[in-house]
């Protein structure tokens, strides 16, 4: 191994050392910690904030980095060093100063507003929230002037590089031209369509013990990740102990069972990282959408189609007691009902990309100064009454509250689930064409073809090519609408 | 405040919240995560506790000290000073490459035992042992060499500092005069004793209900810390939020139930250190022997009282559903009957300590070089069978696999278990001569006299104190083992 290459594997590896640690002690914070242990934890955090960073800004990294750039030359390891210099500008152009205040900033408001969504207390969320913010627009600012890129896509760029607002508004235009009449024209074939609705009540033991047996189904393994409950879903831990997260209803268990198939999907991805390269930004999820596309893989593409519920059916019940609703033509229209709501993460297939859209356009103009945090509230009302035809005036626990994300000053993040969809119905198209009874062997139980597909075309392949190299190599073609449109209107007309 | 000192609490506040890190990460370990996960995790603890020693041994750091010790004055800063020297001094012994080495070698181990322990494995874990053992000898000579102490008395300095095998030896023969013929006494005694055994199965869900109400009236503050499951009970987290663990078995509650008492009393202590040094040695617990005097109170002095558990008994019946072995009579049987057995944790308070004898007899021997690691199992046999009377030849599950100190090379830790049920016996000495009705406000319900005193006397002070002093402070007197023998007669007898 050339000596400067070997210095940046050394650094590196350290990092994802620190990065461990991070992602556990931030997945306790979610899902086990008391109330009263946050300060300490995000004291913690900040810390090893300020040291993960310091580790990125040594001076001796930057150094071997210049070196490997010009003595690495076997392809593998060129690309190892293009992930390694991606993660060591974002950290380079960020004073350790302002690192340490946002991760303050955020751990306090994201602690605060877990109570303060419930209470619907938007004026105690914005006390917390604007130092986020305000450390978000210095964030965006010291990145902006350094890489030539606007406010806004400086922030993009942390999440899906080399995706611009340029890029991503005529996509979202395309959605919001096709988009709002297919919502109108499905309500209207949805409005004669009978639909049972499951009755009951449905312990969060059983809930559980269906969702660890879907997981099984889907691949999970569970001498490498765990099942647990927060507030907000989500798929943390490490690469080899992954963490998903769901929350439960006893009255409800549908949207609890479909959101563990979606985590599930983030899991895998990460599960199959490469081992070999895990310890190195190479071995680490290409994306955030394409992270997305892995959940959106699992959830919508292949989770709520007509053959996978015929699968899943006689699980349901087994675990739920049977009813009539369990049938498995009827959980086909329960998981394809459209229906415009407040939530975004309850939110149907359909209208989900108008969710994001309203929240790109809100963060793109808070980022770039053209609105102030006191305006969102009155802009949220706005535009989920443009795109959605929904009153949330006054209701900010079912409105700007809902989310975690903007907490702690992840602006910049929410494009990624639509592209991710759009991705994902790229990637199903793709499989479909050389799998040609791929619905046959869903229902009889058989997702091998899937699962190696995404393994060799993605999982495996990690961060070894940039999205839009990874995206070609997979398809064939670059990411486009088109299989996403089609892939709805197959679906839903 | 002096600015050498501004300089120490700096490094020293750094340094707590990477321990912060490392508990909650270590917690995780050993209640939550999944088996593959482990290697992964023992790199970046391992990482992590260079990282600390880093921080310790930092040049600027010996200079602040050097200079703090002339420049300040007030004596809590002194006693700062103090506590921050003795936790710089056993760090800076060691070089970082061993403290690297010993984590892994103390992680891989440990991570094994979990399933060779089951296994009966003991060719399996002397494998993984061996090292371990080298790494604590190494570890031993570089300490004692520096301290002018023993190999042996060097290792529990870590645990009970000023403490050696000179003051312990003599306490324990004191113990061995005469606690073997009272074994003998009181078992003559119980051999005509009526105990009725609870019957039935005990749901985890109903013994976890009752923990947690054990755990309220004991003054566990739950919006700062956690009750869940691991193989080995310990008492984790930080001040700031306490992890107790226990384990359980449906065909008897009588262990788990005790067990949640005894760690409660150890977080207590934790959860009652004076909050505004608590990022500072200083206002951490005074030593492990203290720390085993706190939970011994709870368990020994006040749990298997008479008058406690007639408080506690209608709390069992809530939980487990009444039965006549309920009785408080009946339960005070329960807890006081003595039988010699294989099991330290699962040992009556009169032939614990001779557990206790034996572990610090064979891992002196260890240290010191008289014997092998492979020599342990025979020596092992041997004296479980002259100070219990008990064979366990072939059965290293019940024998020297049964605890977890020795897998990560916790040499030396053993003999604070007894001196803390010395300590307990001396303070509860002092508390009764100070609130002669105890015994009554206990089977009332009032635990608060114990409380306020612990508080006042031993939580509060952290380790404002040395050892003796803190103890002399409290009671009026040096440790000596004459309570705790008057105390197991009073019981016994």
């Not at 400067?4 to 002690?25: D, G, M, P």
């Amino acid at each position: 191994m050339v000596a400067s290459y070997e210095t940046l594997v050394r650094s590196f590896t350290k990092l994802y050392r620190y990065q461990h640690l991070s992602a556990i002690a931030a997945w306790d914070q979610a899902a086990m910690m008391p109330q009263r242990g946050n300060d300490a934890r995000g004291a913690a955090l900040a810390e090893l904030a300020v040291l993960m960073h310091e580790t990125l800004t040594a001076p001796q990294l930057a150094a071997a980095l210049t070196a490997a750039e010009g003595e690495v030359t076997a392809p593998v390891d060129r690309a190892s060093v293009r992930e390694m210099k991606r993660q060591w500008q974002s950290a380079n152009l960020l004073p350790a100063s302002l690192v340490e205040q946002k991760s303050l900033a955020g751990s306090r408001c994201e602690h605060a507003w877990r109570t303060q969504r419930k209470a619907n207390d938007w004026a105690g969320f914005l006390a917390n929230w604007k130092p986020v913010v305000a450390c978000a627009r210095q964030e965006a600012t010291l990145l902006a002037e350094a890489t030539g890129l606007s406010l806004y896509d400086a922030l993009v760029d942390r999440f899906e590089p080399g995706m611009t607002a340029a890029v991503i508004e005529p996509m979202f235009a395309e959605l919001k031209h096709w988009l709002p009449p297919l919502v109108q024209e499905v309500l209207a074939k949805q409005r004669t369509e009978e639909v049972l609705q499951p009755t009951g009540t449905f312990p969060v033991e059983a809930q559980r013990a269906l969702g660890l047996e879907l997981m099984s189904l889907l691949g999970f393994d569970f001498e490498a990740g765990r099942l647990d409950v927060s507030t907000h879903p989500f798929c943390g831990g490490v690469a080899e102990d992954v963490r998903i997260t769901t929350r439960y209803r006893t009255d409800d268990f549908v949207q609890a069972m479909m959101g563990i198939v979606h985590e599930t999907g983030h899991a895998r991805y990460e599960q199959r990282l490469p081992r070999e390269w895990v310890h190195l930004p190479l071995g680490q999820a290409r994306s955030m959408g394409i992270h997305e596309s892995q959940s959106l893989s699992f959830e919508m593409q292949l989770g709520r189609s007509r053959p996978f519920l015929q699968l899943i059916a006689p699980l349901v019940a087994k675990h739920l007691g049977a009813q009539p609703a369990f049938a498995a033509d009827n959980l086909a229209r329960i998981y394809t009902r459209v229906k415009p709501g407040f939530i975004r993460v309850d939110a149907d297939e359909l209208t989900y990309p108008l969710h994001v859209i309203l929240r790109f356009e809100i963060e793109r103009a808070l980022v770039e100064g053209d609105i102030e945090p006191e305006d969102v509230p009155a802009l949220w009302a706005e535009k989920m009454q443009a795109y959605l035809g929904i009153d949330t005036r006054g209701n900010y626990t079912d409105g700007c509250l809902q989310d975690i994300h903007w907490t702690d000053g992840a602006f910049g993040y929410f494009p990624s689930y639509t592209l991710g969809a759009m991705y994902a119905a790229q990637f199903f198209a793709t499989i479909r064409a050389q799998v040609p009874d791929l619905d046959a062997r869903i229902a009889a139980g058989d997702l091998a073809p899937i699962f190696t597909w995404l393994d060799a075309n993605l999982w495996r392949q990690a961060s070894r090519w940039t999205t839009p190299e990874l995206v070609e190599r997979a398809t064939g073609a670059k990411l486009s609408a088109v299989h996403f449109e089609r892939h709805l209107r197959a679906r839903y007309l």
